[in-house]
């Protein structure tokens, strides 16, 4: 009797240190986007939340978070030109970054994190501030190449 119990109590232990163990490698996925000429490759990139996204290749480059294209309550990104940048993303949503100084050359990407709901809805809103706010227009090619790819992905 005791003797059974122990054995379960054992079982238990390794199957929750096993759990843990495949929790945390599920949970801390690590991301590389590089920049290259005056591209973001990859210019989409799909996480999941707590994920880490390191933008390599930086030199005469920034990342700069667009604050009308972020899920609200993001913390914004604007990184030091040609400085490496590290970032962990813990909420789902959609978020439009740029390149400053190449804004012009439509240097820019998007990270969706997770499953946010009703991603067409986001993107349509975030193609609506371009009516008030001109200074995003490259973001639109941008918008419109993610819905494809999210289509053609099945996620919307
Ligand atoms: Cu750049």
């Given amino acids: 009797m005791t003797n059974t119990f122990s054995r379960i109590r ?7 240190a096993v759990t843990a ?3 945390k490698a599920a949970l801390s996925a ?5 920049a290259v000429a005056v591209k973001f490759k990859p210019m989409f990139l799909y996480i999941e939340p707590g994920d880490t ?13 667009i604050d009308l294209m972020s899920p609200e309550g993001l913390e914004k990104i604007n990184s030091e030109l040609g400085a490496n940048v590290t970032a962990v993303f813990e909420s789902e949503g959609i978020i439009v970054y740029k390149c400053t100084p190449h804004w012009g050359a439509r240097m820019g990407g998007i990270i969706v994190v997770g499953k946010p709901e009703d991603p ?18 490259p973001a639109k090619g941008l918008l419109k190449k993610l ?5 053609s992905k099945g996620l919307l």
């Fill in 53 to 65: 996204v390191n933008w390599e290749s930086m030199t005469g480059h920034n990342v700069e978070t």
């Fill in 120 to 137: 067409s809805a986001i993107l349509d809103s975030y193609l609506a501030t371009l009516e008030t706010d001109r200074s995003n227009l």
């Fill in 21 to 23: 163990l495949w929790g």
């Fill in 10 to 16: 054992f079982a238990t232990v390794i199957l929750l």
């Fill in 147 to 151: 819905r494809k790819d999210m289509e």
């Fill in 30 to 34: 690590d991301h590389t986007i590089t």
